[in-house]
């Protein structure tokens, strides 16, 4: 057996537990990279508000800056995990980080919400490339499965220690300047990214069979841009109009065509082979429907306390600490449990633990303005997701032979990050729709003037009620701010509901989904090519296993 570099290693117990060179420093490499990424994607929340404020943007606009980052994100990950294994990881994640200093340049300097979505849509292009680029170059440089365990585990709780800073880096620079100097300080830490990488990472290919697939890239992109095209714009410009409708016809038509692209390519970006995998299979499922659950709720609770409640950035950035910290503060325990405990559990106690989260935010006052009831629901979501988040990434990676670990991560990156893209546009979706027939519903009962319920049923036409619950005192409309607000609420409350239900799904699918399998994952083995997992779903340590 030889390492990737063609250096013999030795055989038995100290080749299985050596550390490849580079282990270190491509590790610090991918953590640094993944924070800077995550920054990148988490920093509007804390920023909503002010955005709506400043660039007088409206729901579906503020939805689409988050949204603009994570289908750019979805759209190109396949390709660029196969760019990866062609030309380097370390080139990949440096590429990445030099598209979101771009991006965040752009963002820092937009004049309006428009160019704020071209800066988030190039800083999703750079995530795009640094999630699989870091996950694999760490695949590459690992040798057990317990380490393997303890590299994801650090890695995702960097993912979300980004997450985490990101609302309080904004905040504190709206207080003191401007919400533009948060994005300039995303440009330097992007930049020294990319130094990092350069400098410390061990570079990694894997081209054995990988070419680009345009076919199949080109049709995956056209048809999930148009489908969530759909879904963002469907709240406010109706459901049945026409550019909706057909956004979601030739949507689905493209994705279809995707699936027969993929099952004829001699080298697809999707290999669909892979889902013969019943663990990479459930694993993969349950990504998309529990990461949407999470980010879902994420960015409800961003919409909650700035746009519909108006609260300082530094208060907003707040449940997210709770929300985003424990991911990163649990390494340690994440770490340990990966390898001892059987991730049908760790998943499924996870889920359940973000749907009792959800259920508790539903039940939220919407003009209580205090922190106090963000504090347990946040807490649960957040040590949910710790659990979660790096089980599904270890699943995937441990269930495949070494040589499959670049289109695996870049699958489970795609499928987890499908989740992150979709949470923020259902939750816009199901909470501006009902907020919007409630508010229409209730303006009539709400004993306001012919002038002012005029004005409101024509603001709230143009932009939802999140416009009206804008409007400054004494502007035609702004009488029915209390209407407003309650319609909001009820709207926000139902989304965390979807929220938890997902959560449920998540936790049901895992739970009756993984019944019988022999193991959470498998490693590479000389003689099979897979190493089997023990019988009560924990993985066996290469040197002891049989």
């Known amino acids: 057996m030889t390492l990737n570099n063609g250096a013999p290693t030795s055989q038995g117990p100290a080749a299985g537990t050596a550390r490849k060179p580079g282990y270190a420093g491509t590790l610090a490499a991918a953590c640094g990279a993944v924070f800077v990424a995550q920054v990148a994607n988490a920093l509007p929340a804390s920023l909503n508000g002010l955005l709506q404020q400043d660039l007088n943007t409206h729901g579906s606009q503020l939805t689409w800056i988050t949204a603009a980052f994570m289908i750019a994100v ?12 062609l030309f380097g990881r370390r080139r990949l994640v440096v590429a990445g980080t030099a598209l979101i200093a771009a991006g965040s340049t752009v963002a820092a300097l937009a004049p309006d919400v428009r160019v704020l979505w071209v800066g988030a849509a190039l800083n999703g292009l750079g995530a795009g490339a640094m999630f699989p680029g870091s996950l694999t170059a760490i695949s590459a440089v690992t040798r057990t499965v317990r380490e393997r365990a303890h590299a994801v585990a650090l890695w995702s709780g960097f993912l979300s220690a980004g997450a985490a800073v990101s609302p309080l880096l904004g905040g504190m620079f709206a207080k003191v300047s401007s919400w533009r100097g948060s994005f300039w300080v995303l440009v330097a830490l992007a930049l020294a990214s990319m130094v990092l990488t350069a400098s410390l990472a061990t570079e990694s290919k894997a081209p054995e069979g990988r070419r680009l697939d345009v076919p199949g890239q080109i049709t995956f992109a056209i048809g999930l ?16 109009t026409l550019p909706v409708i057909l ?19 001699e080298s697809p970006i999707f290999d669909l082979k892979l889902f013969r995998n019943r663990a990479f299979t459930v694993s993969s499922v349950v990504a998309v429907i529990g990461m949407l659950a999470f980010l879902g709720a994420c960015f409800a609770t961003s919409m909650w306390l700035g746009p519909v409640q108006h609260q300082d950035p530094i208060r907003v950035a707040v449940p997210f600490l709770l929300l985003q910290g424990p991911a990163f503060l649990l390494i340690p325990v994440v770490s340990r449990l990966l390898h001892r405990v059987a991730a049908t559990w760790l998943l499924t106690s996870g ?25 347990a629901p946040s807490l649960l979501i957040g040590t949910g997701f710790a659990l979660t988040v790096s089980s599904v990434t270890a699943v995937a990676l441990n269930s495949v032979p070494r040589h499959l670990a670049g289109m695996a991560s870049a699958t489970t990156n795609m499928l987890r990050d499908l989740g992150f893209a979709l949470g923020p546009v259902v939750v816009s979706a199901v909470a501006l729709s009902g907020a919007g027939s409630a508010f229409m519903a209730n303006l009539p009962g709400a004993g306001l003037n012919g002038g002012q319920t005029a004005a409101a049923r024509e603001i709230a036409s143009a932009g939802g009620p999140i416009a009206v619950n804008s409007l400054p005192p004494g502007a035609p409309g702004s009488a029915a701010h209390g209407v407003a607000l309650e319609a909001l609420g009820s709207g926000f409350s139902t989304a965390y509901l979807v929220c938890g239900a997902a959560a449920v799904v998540a936790a049901v ?5 993984m019944i019988g399998l022999r193991g959470s994952g498998t490693t590479e083995d000389e003689g099979s090519g897979v190493l089997p997992s023990s019988s009560d779903g924990r993985t066996p340590d290469p040197v002891t296993a049989g």
Request: proline share 1%; hydrophobic share 60%; charged share 10%.
């Open 74 to 85: 979805v759209c190109f990950e396949f390709t660029f995990g196969v760019l990866g294994d």
């Open 225 to 240: 841009v148009l489908v969530l095209y759909g879904a963002v714009e469907g709240p406010e410009s109706g459901w049945t």
């Open 247 to 265: 956004a979601f016809g030739i949507g689905a038509c493209f994705l279809a065509a995707f699936v027969l692209v993929e099952l004829g390519a």
């Open 351 to 375: 889920f359940v633990l973000m749907a009792i989260g959800c259920l508790l935010f539903s039940r939220m006052d919407v003009t209580d303005t205090g922190l106090g009831a963000f504090i």
């Open 509 to 513: 699918l895992t739970a009756f989904g």
